[in-house]
């Protein structure tokens, strides 16, 4: 079979998200073929608690696998191999049959503010910077581990083997314990530098290696398909699967952030600046992470902002019902009709700010108490001008990240939008202004599916390597450039935005005090 002297040859890129599993069929120039999602719940039994059911996503992965097998009407023969992606920092406790001893506690969790403290003294802050390249957080899944042992010893006595949520679908799949270098990165439990298991984290923590699975690079092979798994899913016995990514870096080689200069800022419900370097580069106060890149011997540097997206998503859903209506009898997306809103009102929103902190924040103040603020609202101020203030503030904040980044001494000459808001005009502007850089979109939306696919192709022996794949691969598609006058008016804003947090800082920690003052007894 060939296709004008181009031998078929396809891959699969399954990324296990946390509201659903996108499983996506590529052929070797990364063109989309078929694409299947299927959804799962999120459970919270407490307020700050975050849990999944490890086998939705296995039967998630296994449904979205066969229909797109079935409806691309693609020979199983010419699937080469399947490059995995997943929300990282879970954590997935089995026994020794292999089976879940309880359910996932997922990345957003933040049952284990006093396990970080734990880890913090046993470790020591600035070693554990060191090693890990990153403070104590409750969303890395070492404090989870800390947590269950805590509160749970029945639970963790029985565990045999500890894996992140993508690491538990490769076990199924081809019966391995493994895990690769970015997503292993997010654990807290990997030496950094090395590449591998950090012997002296693990002793001080009192946690078994024999727990964890195997470390690969991202690339390599770390399994073959199952003969059961081929009889569920239509794949072919023996299909290679490669170590994938965590989602960050999955959706970074998806972008081609892959060589020195190119930044991505992706707006989903988080925000995320995300840069390639070629040593590890660690910012002592921790207010970035430094991880393994899905390439090897590379490194990334990526700063979060918490409430990216979210607020957008928060305002549209409770003031935007007028919207909501014209869109839906226009048949429009309701973003678009908000971008057009938006679009009419100033730079700067004639004096009106906002603090994106709804879930508290990572970068750069790691402060879980910090909240949202309107600042400066006056009565000339309307709902256009919140709506722009809450895209600006977003991009004020992912401007703090850039900062933190290049003060790191990574060279920025050209940034790649993703995500929802990388698919809004007004947005890219912003950025553009406010980083003083040319801002592109790519010519793919698939994110981290298309980056294990790259990297399946790279396992598979179809490309030499991630950046000769991502060459041919990925090309951009539209440029936005700064405009001077804006490029001032947002300096001046944004000193100030810096201002409000210092302002309210000790006010944040009072709200949490007020709002939660229990009557002394």
């Known amino acids: 079979m060939s296709q004008g002297g181009m031998k078929l040859e396809y891959v699969l890129g399954v990324d296990i998200g946390t509201s659903g599993t996108k499983t996506v069929l590529f052929d070797k120039l990364g063109n989309t073929i078929e694409s299947c999602t299927y959804e799962y719940p999120l459970i919270q039994e407490k307020a700050g608690w975050a849990e999944q059911d490890a086998n939705d996503w296995w039967e998630a992965v ?28 879970g954590l997935v406790m089995l026994d020794k049959e292999g089976n879940t001893l309880r359910n996932s506690i997922i990345w957003c969790d933040q049952r284990t503010v006093k396990e970080c403290e734990e880890i913090t003294d046993l470790v020591g802050k600035e070693r554990l910077i060191e090693i890990t390249a990153n403070p104590a957080l409750t969303g890395f899944t070492a404090s989870k581990i800390l947590w269950v042992r805590n509160n ?84 072919r016995e023996g299909t290679i699967v490669v170590g994938g990514a965590g989602d960050q870096a999955a959706g970074a080689i998806g972008n081609g952030i892959v060589k020195d200069g190119i930044i991505s800022s992706t707006i989903g419900t988080s925000g995320v600046v995300f840069a390639y370097t070629k040593e ?54 309701v973003y678009e009709i908000i971008n057009s809103q938006v679009s009419q009102v100033p730079t700067g929103c004639n004096g009106l700010l906002y603090l994106p902190y709804m879930m508290g924040e990572r970068t750069p103040h790691l402060d879980p108490y910090a909240r949202g603020v309107f600042f400066g609202l006056s009565p000339i101020h309307s709902k256009r001008e919140m709506a ?132 002394e007894e």
Not at 417 to 432: D, Y
Request: hydrophobic share 35%.
């Open 280 to 333: 590890p580069k660690i910012d002592k106060e921790g207010r970035v992470h430094t991880f393994c890149h899905a390439i090897p011997n590379t490194w990334h540097v990526m700063g979060v902002t918490q409430g990216a997206g979210l607020s957008l998503k928060w305002f549209k859903d409770n003031f935007c019902q007028s919207e909501l209506e014209v869109s839906n009898s226009l048949g429009k997306d």
């Open 62 to 89: 296994v449904e979205s696998i066969r229909h797109v097998i079935q409806s691309s009407d693609i020979s199983s023969e010419c699937i080469k191999g399947i490059g995995l992606s997943g929300q990282m920092h």
């Open 388 to 519: 722009r203030a809450i895209m600006e503030g977003v991009s004020y904040s992912l401007k703090d990240c850039m900062d933190i980044i290049e003060k790191l001494n990574i060279e920025v000459n050209e940034v790649r939008a993703s995500g929802g808001g990388g698919k809004s005009k007004v947005w890219r502007q912003m950025q553009a202004d406010l980083f003083n850089q040319d801002v592109y979109t790519i010519n793919s939306s698939e994110g981290p599916a298309l980056g294990v696919a790259i990297l399946a192709l790279v396992g598979a022996g179809i490309y030499e390597n991630v950046q000769k794949a991502c060459e041919t691969i990925i090309k951009t598609s539209t440029k936005l450039e700064p405009i001077n006058q804006n490029v001032d008016t947002y300096k001046r804003y944004h000193r100030l935005y810096k201002k409000i947090y210092k302002s309210l800082k000790d006010d944040f920690k009072l709200l949490d005090e007020v709002v939660n003052f229990k009557d």
């Open 152 to 235: 749970e010893p029945d639970i963790y006595k029985n565990t045999n083997k500890i894996l992140l949520p993508k690491d538990y679908i490769r076990y199924k799949l081809t019966g391995e314990y493994a895990t690769e270098v970015s997503d292993a990165s997010g654990m807290q439990l990997l030496d950094i530098r090395k590449r591998n298991w950090s012997n002296e984290v693990l002793d001080k923590l009192n946690i078994n290696k024999s727990l964890l699975g195997k470390v690969y690079e991202s690339q390599e092979i770390t399994g073959y398909v199952t003969r059961e798994v081929a009889n569920l899913t239509g794949l």
